[in-house]
């Protein structure tokens, strides 16, 4: 569902992804890892179509749809949901008046039957009863005045609504306790799913003992360095990413991508 | 390229272009003054509402004061001199000439323009609930459910019907807040009003209905000079909506109004205004002039809430303004304002504290888009009198785009030690990564940012009346409406 082919991008006129490859079939669970700076909130931003992050060379296919050629909120209606590593506050808006309006757009564009007020705020107090949030929440700006931990909830929550066919999660771990860690992975599994396809960006290892990929992949220096099974991910919390992106396995690790 | 550069001008330009839906004209014919102002055209707008000898003789004594005062220069606009012989000062239906008694003898093409605008006059077709004065141009065309209304003793009726019929209040009252020279504007307004409206709550009557007046402007040259009174007596309540269009015309026009505000003591006003009239084109060519003088006074505990949402007007030239002059009296502003185009807006309030105890509350929500300019003017005195009077003043600016301006010129005065004066003043942009949140969840960005705009102006909008908070969200939205897509 998701084929990115030499992909390069740049930020603000700057080159930060330099020809990465990767695939993402439906059911799979792909995690990236990498040192913070390589490109791994870049990669996110330039699939969901950020202003500013430019695709200036290779292509990113969504459902064999080129992405690069879409405007953010038609990737969305596609199916695609980017959880967002600093989920940025709204005040005066409603979570539940922000969610009428997502879930709105996204179902008419999908074919899918539209939810009347009473389904949606079923549904959405059902989604926040998963991660842990109160229902007063919703009633309440989006992530206005919410903690780190609640935002990130509020990301999950939302995704669980909006049911993606690509599920893009920004260090969604970061920032959160070991509570609401094991919470907000419980959300995400139950989201797995033979057609839907979830990439866990993260720079630590803990997620993946809750949320167990099939593949992870190192990205460093704009390139996906290394792929592997789950296993790769408890060597690098072994080595560290100093054991890849330096030294004599640096090089082999360049060759040894897989797509 | 920035990204908010980009933003600028592309997304936000496109969605903050928009049409002007009231910007229609009726074809009536009219009787119209033949432009000029001088004594006999007072005499003449006198004669033509059948004024008894006091009341041309108040419009004589303002004009003749007027003659001697200066047109005011500190607001934060700029607009060429307004030629005051260039226009007429009084057009009217010629249908209305025979004052009709009912609808049915309303010339059927004045209905259909007030239910173009979504305020049809047929009391069976109206929101329950609410009594409309519908004003076109200088006249008064009708005013709905006055029967009802008399039933709980409360006059709604025109200030011109009043000055006729009830001339002891009008005689009492007009001026009491809003002297005849005030302010070079209000000079002008008392000297050759013309139409508005007039409300009298009874002692300790709660108001049934909601009232409402709808200021049309339709013929062109014209000035508009409304002239609004409410008396709310000892523990009376009552709220009151103001709403205005105009047609869509190069020339600028005037529309120079007082309004005056009694709350006798116990009594409370709520006053809302959602004022939309023609803003002018996106390079500044037409639109209304609005230079507006808006006051009440506040007896012991009794208080006056002013509401408006600005969006219309080329300038807006308006503080709603309470004079606190009972103990433990209260007063609000509540404003939204959002100007676009070439629009340039100083507005706020003036909240002065004679009593004791004493208590205000002022909430203003600026939006500037396209080059407009949005300045609050505030003024918070606290008087020698005024032993622990309080006032909270929240000042937020928004900005869409990068060529608009936002200002905040607060005043305060404070001649009591114990009185406690709070400001707070945000200035923020729709952020690029709000429209990206939005836009990601699958919200195209028009409803983007009309969703977050909507939600800057919370705060005031749940102080309207419920049916027109609705309606103020919509205008919004209309406004910032463009052709994305
Ligand atoms: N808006 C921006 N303007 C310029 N450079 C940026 C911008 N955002 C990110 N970068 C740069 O791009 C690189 C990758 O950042 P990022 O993708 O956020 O890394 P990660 O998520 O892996 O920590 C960093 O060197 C960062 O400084
Ligand atoms: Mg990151």
Redesign the pocket.
């Known amino acids: 569902m998701l084929e990115i082919r030499d992909l390069h991008a740049s930020?603000?006129g700057?080159p930060?992804l330099k020809g990465l490859n990767l695939t993402v079939k439906p059911g799979e669970v792909h995690a990236i890892m990498?040192?913070?700076?390589?490109?791994?909130?870049?990669?996110a931003?330039v699939l969901a179509g950020r202003d500013?992050y430019e695709i200036t060379g290779g292509e990113a296919l969504f459902d064999g749809k080129s992405l690069g050629d879409l405007e953010p909120e038609e990737r969305a209606q596609l199916g695609l949901f980017l959880a967002f590593?600093y989920p940025v506050e709204i005040p005066g808006v409603s979570n539940m008046e922000f969610l009428k309006a997502a879930l709105e757009s996204v179902r008419a564009a999908q074919g899918k039957e539209e939810w009347d007020s009473v389904t949606l705020l079923r549904k959405a107090r059902e989604a926040c009863k998963q991660v842990d949030l109160d229902a007063q929440f919703l009633k309440r700006g989006v992530n206005e005045g919410f903690s780190g931990g609640e935002k990130k909830r509020n990301e999950i929550m939302q995704m669980l609504l909006m049911e993606p066919k690509l599920a893009l999660l920004?260090?969604t771990d970061s920032g959160l306790d070991i509570d609401a860690l094991q919470t907000v992975a419980k959300g995400v599994n139950s989201l797995r799913g033979p057609e839907r396809g979830i990439v866990l960006?993260t720079?630590y290892q803990r997620l993946l003992d809750y949320i167990v990929p099939d593949f992870v992949h190192v990205?460093s220096g704009g390139k996906i360095i290394k792929s592997g099974g789950k296993e790769l991910a408890l060597e690098l919390e072994q080595h560290g990413y100093g054991w890849l992106t330096s030294g004599d396995n640096g090089d082999n690790g360049k060759k040894d991508q897989t797509a | 390229m920035s990204s908010q550069a980009e933003l600028d001008n592309s997304e936000l330009d496109r969605v903050i272009r928009s049409e002007y839906e009231a910007g229609f004209t009726t074809l009536v014919e009219s009787d119209t003054l033949p432009p000029g102002l001088n004594e006999d055209v007072i005499r003449v707008i006198s004669a033509k509402k059948e004024e008894p000898e006091w009341m041309l003789e108040w419009r004589l004594e303002a004009y003749r004061h007027w003659q001697t005062m200066q047109e005011p220069n500190w607001a934060h606009v700029q607009y060429p001199p307004v030629d005051l012989n260039a226009i007429s000062y009084y057009s009217a239906p010629k249908s209305m000439e025979d004052r009709p008694k009912s609808l049915d003898e309303v010339d059927p093409e004045l209905l259909e323009t007030y239910k173009k605008l979504g305020i049809p006059l047929h009391e069976q077709e109206m929101l329950a609930g609410v009594a409309v004065d519908a004003v076109f141009d200088s006249v008064s065309v009708a005013t709905t459910f006055k029967s009802k209304l008399a039933e709980a003793g409360v006059i709604f009726c025109s200030i011109s019907e009043a000055v006729r019929e009830h001339p002891e209040l009008v005689r009492k009252y007009l001026g009491s807040v809003v002297p005849k020279g005030d302010n070079y504007f209000a000079g002008l307004n008392s000297a050759v009003f013309t139409d508005g409206s007039f409300v009298y709550i009874p002692k300790g009557v709660r108001c049934p209905m909601e009232l409402s007046t709808y200021f049309r402007i339709n013929e062109a040259n014209t000035g508009q000079f409304e002239r609004t009174l409410i008396v709310a007596d000892e523990g009376s309540y009552v709220s009151y909506l103001e709403g205005c269009t105009a047609p869509q015309r190069d020339e600028n026009q005037l529309h120079a109004a007082v309004v005056e505000l009694v709350a006798l003591p116990g009594a409370e006003i709520k006053y809302s205004t959602v004022q939309n009239w023609y803003p002018g084109d996106e390079d500044g060519k037409g639109g209304i002039y609005n230079f507006v003088t808006k006051r009440g006074v506040a007896h012991d505990h009794a208080k006056i809430s002013w509401t408006q949402v600005e969006t219309g007007s080329a300038i807006t030239w308006k503080y709603p303004s309470v004079v606190l002059r009972g103990d433990h009296s209260v007063g609000e502003f509540y404003s939204v304002a959002l100007t676009r185009h070439a629009q340039q807006a100083d507005t706020g309030t003036k909240m002065i504290h004679l009593g004791k105890n004493t208590k205000s509350t002022i909430v203003s929500k600026g939006i500037s888009a396209g080059k407009s300019s949005n300045a609050y003017r505030g003024l918070v005195r606290m008087g020698p009198r005024a032993e622990n009077a309080r006032n909270f003043t929240q000042c937020d600016s928004l900005l869409l785009g990068d060529r608009c301006g936002a200002h905040t010129f607060p005043y305060i005065e404070s001649k009591h030690p114990s009185a406690t004066i709070e400001h707070e003043a945000t200035t923020s942009k729709v952020s690029d990564d709000q429209l990206f949140l939005c836009r990601q969840r699958g919200i195209d960005p028009e409803k983007a940012i009309s969703m977050i705009v909507n939600g800057f102006c919370k705060e005031v909008f749940k102080e309207l009346p419920m049916e027109f908070a609705v309606e103020a969200g919509k205008l919004l939205e209309v406004s910032l409406e463009g052709a994305v897509g």
């Open positions: 930020v603000a700057q930060i990498g040192p913070n700076g390589s490109g791994k909130s870049t990669l931003n500013n590593q920004d260090e960006v720079h990205l």
